[in-house]
């Protein structure tokens, strides 16, 4: 492992403050760890470019998701859950 300097963030750390990323996009994280995240944001900028794909990412797939499907196809996915249900009802039956 390469020498870092008192103040710049090692791999595990960096690792940490990752995994808590997802839960801190969502509001999901008490005070402290919010502020300690978004300290570590400040400092990180690998980490901040991650923070960022993410929050784009997630922002993206909300606005996607709040399209509903066409009638059509909500019935044809209908139809086919139907089908494999009765297909399960007659190999178990």
């Known amino acids: 492992m390469s020498h870092t300097h008192d103040n710049e963030p090692t791999a595990s750390e960096c690792a940490d403050f990752l995994e808590q990323i997802v839960y801190f996009l969502d509001n999901e994280l ?10 570590h ?8 470019e991650k923070y960022d794909l993410q929050r784009t990412v997630k922002s993206v797939v909300a606005r996607s998701c709040s399209e509903a499907a066409p009638d059509e ?4 996915v209908l139809f086919r859950i ?3 249900q009765v297909q399960i009802q007659v190999t178990e039956g």
């Not at 008490?30 to 300290?39: F, G, H, I, K, L």
């Not at 944001?41 to 690998?46: A, F, H, S």
């Not at 196809?73 to 044809?76: D, E, G, P, V």
């Open 73 to 76: 196809l909500r019935q044809k």
């Open 30 to 39: 008490d005070q402290a760890d919010c502020s300690a995240v978004r300290m």
């Open 41 to 48: 944001l400040d400092t990180c900028n690998p980490c901040l």
């Open 82 to 84: 139907r089908e494999v």
